[in-house]
């Protein structure tokens, strides 16, 4: 019993793991991302296509032997991959500014200065601003 217990703990700690979580949330707002992006090309890009070129792409199709090969799918998949990749771009573009700008308002941290420093004569552990050893009294630059 106590092995199915350690598996079960082994799971728990997998799935609250911060990577996994975050990932999984990542998909799921892709997949809405996704059906709003269907939609405006769907929807909005796919008509205005069609104004400007008198056809709707998504119904183009040709027919070779008995096989319809509809190209017009294709090529509105390729305007809805443009489409998410330009969106992708420009919020990925939009982060690293922000965090660009949280950088240069962050004041740099000096590493502190060490606290303690080692007699060059009995080689003890002493204050770094001693400037005599406790230990064997020599004077310690």
Do not use: W
Not at 101 to 113: M, N, T, Y
Not at 126 to 140: E, G, Q, W
């Amino acid at each position: 019993m106590s092995e199915k217990k350690g598996i079960i703990q082994e799971f728990k700690e997998f799935i609250n793991r911060g990577n996994v979580v975050d990932m999984a949330v990542g998909v799921v707002i892709g997949a809405a991302f996704k059906a709003i992006v269907d939609s405006v090309v769907a929807d909005l890009i796919s008509p205005i296509i069609g104004i400007i070129f008198k056809q709707d792409f998504s119904s183009l199709s040709v027919e070779i032997n008995g096989s319809v090969f509809t190209y017009g799918n294709f090529i509105m998949a390729v305007i809805n991959f443009l489409l998410v990749a330009i969106v992708l771009f420009a919020f990925v573009k939009a982060v690293n500014k922000m965090r660009d700008a949280k950088a240069k308002k962050a004041p740099k941290e000096e590493p502190a200065a060490p606290a303690t420093k080692v007699c060059p004569y009995c080689k003890s552990e002493i204050a770094a601003d001693a400037v005599k050893c406790p230990h064997c009294t020599s004077d310690v630059e």
